[in-house]
């Protein structure tokens, strides 16, 4: 398993931005999906955007145009921008790790099955 570490989290106004960062030390020669998720309270746990090896994004509509996850490799550090952020927003927001892909253009999902490696989580707050 890959060890995650989230950071970054905080409240911010509607429309204001936060980054999310996750030091995710990992084989550096194998490809992962990694992701964030995002579960608010009362709600299920849900899929923001993820990453494969080779760098190719998939957003989930309600985050598109608004958030952007990248990858500083030689760091092993995942980040979330997120920008124009809303209420709708405000959950707890996870870093997670899929096992080694057979391929770094491997397809990503947002199945929280997909994924066997998970950060503590950090907390979003957006106030209107």
């Known amino acids: 398993q890959v060890q995650l570490v989230e950071s970054g989290g905080g409240s911010v106004q509607s429309g204001g931005s936060l980054r999310l960062s996750c030091a995710a030390a990992?084989?550096?020669?194998?490809?992962?999906?990694m992701a964030w998720f995002r579960q608010a309270p009362g709600k299920e746990r849900e899929g923001v955007a993820t990453?494969?090896?080779?760098?190719?994004?998939w957003y989930s509509d309600s985050v598109k145009g608004r958030f952007t996850i990248a990858e500083d490799n030689a760091k092993q550090t995942l980040y979330l921008q997120m920008n124009d952020l809303r209420p709708g927003d405000t959950a707890m927001y996870y870093c997670?790790?899929?096992?080694?892909?057979?391929?770094?253009?491997?397809?990503?999902?947002?199945?929280?099955?997909?994924?066997?490696?998970w950060g503590q989580g950090t907390q979003v707050t957006v106030s209107s």
């Open positions: 990453m494969n090896g080779s760098g190719f994004a």
């Open positions: 990992r084989d550096p020669y194998s490809g992962y999906c």
């Open positions: 997670a790790a899929s096992k080694p892909m057979d391929s770094w253009a491997a397809t990503c999902r947002f199945l929280s099955a997909d994924y066997n490696s």
